[in-house]
């Protein structure tokens, strides 16, 4: 996790919390398009092990990409809380 000190010479905390906002907003619209190409077992005739496959890589993206949404929440918390 990333963990900016806030310090006069430094960012504002605005500066830097608002960013992460935007980025955290970025990847739920990611998570939500790629929600809609969760692979189906329809699209994979006669292929069974190989839609297994895939769709256990899609998840694990979502998964990733799930992990970085929720870090980066964390880190403008972090910052949130160094504001006296």
Not at 12 to 16: M, P, V
């Given at each position: 996790m990333i963990r900016p000190t806030?310090?006069?010479n430094g960012s504002?905390?605005?500066?830097?919390i608002q960013p992460r906002l935007a980025a955290y907003d970025a990847?739920?619209?990611?998570?939500?398009a790629l929600?809609?190409?969760?692979?189906n077992g329809r699209d994979y005739p006669g292929?069974?092990?190989q839609?297994?496959?895939d769709r256990?890589?899609?998840y694990d993206r979502l998964a990733a990409i799930t992990a970085i949404a929720t870090e980066i929440v964390a880190e403008a918390v972090?910052?949130?809380e160094q504001i006296k």
């Open positions: 806030l310090n006069l504002s905390a605005d500066d830097l990847l739920q619209a990611a998570i939500k929600q809609q190409v969760t692979p292929d069974n092990d839609c297994v496959a256990q890589a899609h972090l910052i949130k």
